[in-house]
């Protein structure tokens, strides 16, 4: 037994440091959200409808007047949005305390995204991998300059990367999984998470960060079964 429980209390005073929740506007992300802010941290909303974002952030600052979140385009479907949105943040800010990639999809039926990838292949992981690449120097930068811990990077995942994985793994001659069901198609996308979330570790963590590369720190999160 866990000699502890976390709670959103524990979380300490966030103020000056900046953060970024992938599919902030709802469920998990909208909470994500709402517990950085409450914290005083600057929080950007990423998501694809500016609408139902600003109408999130409204809702959000009514409870918390002084919570500093702002809309970030981000279509997580098309690459170029992905790349824009991290663009955005490179130019705006010189410094990037934390990136929650947490938007996703499941079980939807099979299409393809306009960049030629099955959908959820690509809103899970893909453009999430992209969105990380595209950051990552401007994560490294601040956590050369902050005590170790203080950069951190949260892939959402699930256990539906063991339930519903093809039984050989990822299937990489045929990611899009046409053939197969919408979960197999969920689920190979999200044991892309947890291995990308391994690799940034190796390659970036604390253990096994890179000669002259502060140390960032990294979760795969199973977030359990939650009504979203």
Do not use: C
């Amino acid at each position: 037994m866990p000699s502890s429980k976390f709670s959103p209390e524990s979380i300490p005073d966030l103020t000056g440091r900046v953060y970024i929740v992938t599919g902030g506007n709802a469920g998990i992300g909208k909470e994500t959200v709402i517990g950085l802010a409450a914290r005083g941290a600057k929080v950007y909303m990423g998501a694809r409808s500016k609408d139902k974002a600003l109408a999130a952030i409204h809702e959000i600052q009514e409870q918390l007047p002084a919570a500093n979140i702002h809309f970030l385009d981000l279509d997580l479907s098309n690459f170029q949005s992905v790349i824009a949105a991290a663009k955005k943040i490179r130019e705006d800010e010189p410094a990037l305390h934390g990136l929650i990639n947490n938007a996703g999809i499941m079980g939807v039926p099979y299409s393809l995204t306009v960049d030629g990838y099955e959908a959820q292949w690509q809103t899970n992981y893909l453009s999430h991998w992209l969105l990380t690449h595209h950051l990552m120097p401007l994560l490294q930068s601040t956590a050369q300059s902050n005590p170790e811990g203080t950069v951190r990077l949260v892939n959402l995942t699930s256990d539906g990367h063991a339930r519903f994985t093809p039984p050989s793994g990822i299937r990489f001659e045929d990611t899009g999984l046409e053939k197969e069901n919408s979960m197999m198609r969920y689920g190979q996308s999200k044991l892309a998470n947890v291995l990308h979330t391994v690799q940034l570790n190796k390659k970036f963590g604390p253990v096994s960060a890179e000669s002259g590369s502060a140390a960032i720190w990294f979760a795969a999160v199973h977030p359990g079964h939650i009504d979203t």
